[in-house]
């Protein structure tokens, strides 16, 4: 369980965003907003990349109280990733495996399954914004993590790899019961992703629809 209390983010003393009491159960979740109501904020302070007042517990795990565990739990692929240009896809992901202790057959099978064969090897300074967005991809997916994020995953994506990426998402739930939390502005395959939730955060408040 996905569990925020007593939540509050400022920008500079403004209120950006407020949740009381939030409860999520496992699932895969579509958080929905217009630009600047705080989507991407909610998920960069769950991924414990964004500071807040209050707290969030994955499974009674506190990030406040215990932030080294928490961000085991959790993973996040950015909407816009920026990674240092000097490594290559492969040295990426292997820190992010090594960090996340990743099966050693896990990160093969997303790099094939992407057909990120032919340029994994290559510096990421010249990747384009489409193979980063699949690099990011990759490393959101590497491990067991309890949640994974994923802000804006269908931009820059073809429409093979987003089927290949509807397969991950569905395969890892199923299997692992790992919980999703996709922000959006293309509508999602919903015939595709089976009992997906919706959540809309209107600047201030979040609340299920």
Avoid: C
């Avoid at 240092?84 to 990160?107: H, S, V």
């Amino acid at each position: 369980m996905l569990h925020l209390e007593q939540f509050r983010k400022l920008y500079n003393e403004f209120l950006v965003l407020k949740i009381d009491d939030l409860r999520m159960e496992q699932g895969i979740y579509w958080i929905k907003g217009i630009n600047g109501s705080g989507k991407s904020t909610l998920l960069k302070a769950i991924a414990g990349i964004l500071p807040f007042h209050g707290d969030i517990r994955i499974n009674g795990v506190s990030i406040q109280k215990q932030p080294v565990v928490y961000r085991k739990l959790v993973n996040v692929a950015e909407a816009a990733p920026i990674f240092p240009g000097f490594l290559t896809g492969t040295e990426m992901i292997r820190l992010f495996a090594a960090a996340k202790d990743a099966p050693p057959q896990q990160a093969p099978y997303f790099i094939e399954s992407m057909k990120m064969q032919t340029y994994i090897n290559e510096p990421l300074g010249i990747y384009s914004s489409g193979m980063l967005k699949k690099l990011s991809l990759v490393l959101a997916f590497l491990g067991n993590a309890e949640i994974i994020l994923l802000d804006e995953p269908l931009v820059t994506m073809d429409t093979e790899s987003l089927q290949i990426l509807y397969t991950w998402i569905t395969e890892r739930h199923s299997k692992s019961g790992t919980t999703f939390l996709l922000s959006s502005h293309q509508p999602l395959e919903t015939q595709v992703i089976p009992a997906l939730r919706t959540l809309l955060v209107d600047r201030q408040t979040v609340t299920y629809i």
